[in-house]
C-alpha cells in the first residue's frame, strides 16, 4: 500500500515513520523545506526516544521520503494523512487554516480514489469541511474523482510516540463508507498483531473522541491539583492521598500525580477548544471551565511558596531550574510551566541557571538570553540559593546529594513533582517543599 502523510511535526512524522515500518510506501510531506531536506539526510526536527533510528532505518529500506511535493506525491496513494496543526485561534475555537489548505491542495491534484484521512486534531464537523473543500476543487478542475473522506485521532504520547503507536491502546476510525473502512482496515492490520482494538464508528464520535480523552486526561490532573492544594491546608500528604485512591479499580493509579499543572500543544489547546465548540452550540462546558482555571492556577503555586519562603525578595536571588520541556523525553516547549515560573522569576528580578537534557535548543528560541544555560545540572547550582525541580526528567530522579549540598549556596529544594521523598531531604539538610505536603526544613 502507499501513502502520504501531510506535516511531517510530532504527529505526521511517527504516523509516517511507523507506517514505514511495517512496511508502507509512506511519502511525509511539508511546507517547510529546511526540515524535508534535513529529514533527506536523516536530521529530525524533534526529539523523540528512537524516531531518528527508525527514519534512517526506512528511508534506507526506500519505504520511508520526505518531499515538499505535495501534487507528486500524492499520486496513486490509498490514503493521505492529514497531520497538520491546529493552533488555537483568539478565541479558543481550533484553527482550522492548515487543515482545509491540505483538502484543498489534495482536491486541486489528486487523480485516483483515496480516503483522506484527519490525523490533525479537529472539531466535530471537520471532515465534512474537508470534504467540501476537496469536491469545491474538483468541480474547478470539472473532475469527478471518487474520495472517502476518514477521522482517524492521534493518541500518541510526545516521549512515548513510537511504542504508542506501534502498540497502541486502540486505534479509533471514524468512516462513513465500507470502502473507506476496508482501507484503513488494511493500513491498520500490522499493528493489530497483540490484540490492539481497532474500533471503527461514525466520523462525529471519532472526532469527538479525542478531545472528549485530553479533556478527561486534562481533569484527572486538575482534580489531583485541587486535592494537593487542600491537603496542604489541611496537612494532609497528597502523596498518601494519591496511593490510597488509586488503589481503587475504579479510580486506577495513572495520571493522578499532582504537580505544577498540565502544558504541551495539546491539552491547554484541546481544552478550549471543547469549551468554545460547547458554547458556539448553546452548552457550557462547566467541568472543563474549571480545569481550566485550576491548571492556571497550578501554573503559580511553585513560584508562590518561593516568593512566601524569601518574603518576597526575590531579586539578586539564582534559581537553578532543572528541567524546561513540558514534560519528560521530548523537546516540546508549548506551554510549558517552566516559562511561566521562569517568567515570574524574572519579573522579580532573580537570575535563573537551567538545564535540561534534550530541550535546551528549543528553550532558547523562546527564552533567549534572559536566563543562564548549565551545561549539566549540577553546573546549575553552583552558588545557587535554590534549586527548582520542574520537569521530571528520570536523570533527576537520585542525584548526588553531596555535591548538590556543596555546590548551592542556600539548601533549598522546590520540586514541582514530588520526585524527592519529603523526610529524606530533611535528613539530608535541606529545605524541601513538595505540592500537596507540608513544608518540611
Ligand atoms: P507540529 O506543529 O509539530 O507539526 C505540524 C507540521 O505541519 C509542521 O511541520 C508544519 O510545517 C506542517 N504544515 C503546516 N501546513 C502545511 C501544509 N499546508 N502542507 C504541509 N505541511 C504543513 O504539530 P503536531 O504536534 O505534530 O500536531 C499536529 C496535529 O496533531 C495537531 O492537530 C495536534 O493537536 C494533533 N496531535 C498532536 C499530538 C502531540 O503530542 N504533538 C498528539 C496527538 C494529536
Redesign the pocket.
Known sequence: MRIAV???????LVTGTCFAEVGIDVTC????AK?IENLKQGILPIYEPGLEEMVQRNTLKERLSFSTD?PASIQGCDAAFI????PPGEDGSADLK?VL??ARAIGQNMTNYMVVVT???VPVGTANKVRAAIEEELAARGENIAFDVASNP?????GAAINDFLKPDRIVVGVASEKAEEVMKKLYKPFLMNGHPLIFMDIPSAEMTKYAANAMLATKISFMNDIANLCEIMGADVNMVRKGIGSDARIGNKFIYPGIGYGG??FPKDVKALIRTAGENGYEMRVLKSVEEVNENQKSVLFNKINTHYNGELAGKTFAVWGLSFKPKTDDMREAPSLVIIQKLLEQGAKVKAYDPVAMEEARHTLGDSIEYGKDEYETLIDADALLLVTEWPEFRSPNFTVVKKLMKEKVVFDGRNIYDATEMCEKGFTYYGIGIKRFV
Open positions: 501531510i506535516g511531517t511535526g510530532y504527529v505526521g510531506i511539508d511546507i517547510d526540515k505535495l497531520a497538520v496543526g491546529t492548515y489548505a491540505v490525523k490533525s486534531t492521534e493518541f500518541l504520547k510526545e500543544s495539546c
